[in-house]
């Protein structure tokens, strides 16, 4: 079992839809959790942080950590075309020296 | 402030060459990863660096791989006889480290091998 996991996708969405992305994770001590976004032939940017069990908003997008599910997931509302991209969700277990460990990503097309 | 640079941005070698990579971290980061990208795949993690600790290793794909970091700042990986299979983008990422875990990244350094 791979220590973060993500479905590749494609995730396909109508333009003004929600997107709903998931990244499940295997180590419960994991602390820290992350959203990036990938776009075609750019370097990762964050999109969102997050440490606490529950929702944390910042416009258009929400991340939701369920510790004792070990699921972390992202929601976009009003998806805009400009959200086409890979969005990559990244773990640290304080334990392992903090390193970060990341999942292979999920593609998102979001259709005009 | 600056944000994390990367040099060269592209890099065409041939076969059997030897290549330096450089990334300058922000300033007053502790902890400094690279990471390469094959076309249309996740992050590979190669090195990490985390203060005066020893580095985390494990994701060197052979030992023709290499990096250091001088005075915990500038870091350089180095690849030895490269070879065409070594062509992908290498991603240099620092963070405050301390438990202020976001990464932010460079720009990455595009490498060709023929």
């Known amino acids: 079992q791979k220590e973060v996991e993500q479905n590749s996708g494609p995730l396909s969405v109508p333009e003004g839809a929600i997107a709903s992305l998931n990244c499940t994770y295997s180590d419960r001590g994991s602390q820290s959790f992350f959203w990036y976004r990938q776009y075609s032939g750019k370097s990762p940017e964050l999109i969102m942080s997050i440490y606490s069990n529950g929702d944390k908003e910042d416009g258009r997008f929400t991340a939701q950590l369920n510790k004792a599910s070990q699921y972390v997931s992202l929601l976009i509302r009003d998806s805009q075309p400009s959200d086409s991209a890979t969005y990559l969700c990244a773990v640290i277990n304080a334990g392992n020296n903090r390193k970060l460990i990341w999942g292979l990503g999920t593609s998102l097309a979001v259709n005009p | 402030g600056a944000g994390v640079s990367q040099s060269p941005s592209n890099k065409v070698t041939e076969k059997g060459k030897d290549v330096e990579l450089r990334c300058d971290p922000i300033s007053g980061h502790t902890a400094l990863y690279w990471y390469r990208q094959s076309l249309g795949q996740g992050l590979e993690f190669l090195i990490y660096f985390q203060g005066n600790s020893a580095p985390?290793?494990?994701?060197?794909?052979?030992?023709?791989?290499?990096?250091?970091?001088?005075?915990?700042?500038?870091?350089?990986?180095?690849?030895?006889?490269?070879?065409?299979?070594?062509?992908?983008?290498?991603?240099?990422?620092?963070?405050f480290g301390q438990g202020l875990d976001t990464q932010y990244f460079g720009p990455g350094t595009r490498l060709t091998v023929l």
């Open chain 2, 56 to 95: 985390d290793k494990s994701g060197l794909p052979s030992d023709r791989f290499s990096a250091e970091r001088t005075g915990g700042s500038v870091s350089t990986l180095t690849i030895q006889r490269t070879q065409q299979e070594d062509s992908a983008v290498y991603l240099c990422a620092s963070s």
